[in-house]
């Protein structure tokens, strides 16, 4: 008796499991939580040592990470990284930063990073955003009407440039003045 309600037992439990992200990609997705572990740790070396086979994409996400350092992001909700595609693994961070609130939308922005896998390892990161439309729009306010900032701290802007954070910061002030400027309106 006991033997057969083990046995429904089990075959119950079988029924209602989850299907578990195929074991080949565990050490993928470990590997990927690493990556925005570092990412948000604001350390460079740390973040290039868990991209090593992403070389490629090491010198836009450097600048990104130390443009998120200027920019005070504070994660505030993380989502576990996923398989996105057999090749693909996407991992979802919400956070607060200095340029949405610059602009006072009330809005906290998304931010999705794209892994590239390849035989297990990662190969290529890009990520992505839902930035509300005032972000873009502040953006090309500052383009016209203070270029200074994009020749200046912002010379070389997502590919690498040498001063991400005081791009950052300089950003967040341009954010400030133009959600003035459009206050008068």
Partial sequence: MERI???ALLVGLGGCSATPINQSHGPSITASERLIDAFYSFDPERLRAAMPDATPSQAKLLFYQGWAEGAHYRVLGRKPC???????????????????AALETGYWVTDTFHLKLRDG?????????NDPPAFDQAMEWTSSNRPEVMIGPCKGFFAGGPTPQDCARAVVASFAAYREATRQR
């Fill in 5 to 7: 309600l083990a046995s």
């Fill in 82 to 100: 996923r398989l996105a595609a057999e090749d693909e693994i996407t991992c979802d961070v919400t956070v607060r930063d200095d340029l949405i």
């Fill in 121 to 129: 390892r990662i190969v290529k990161v890009r990520n992505s955003s």
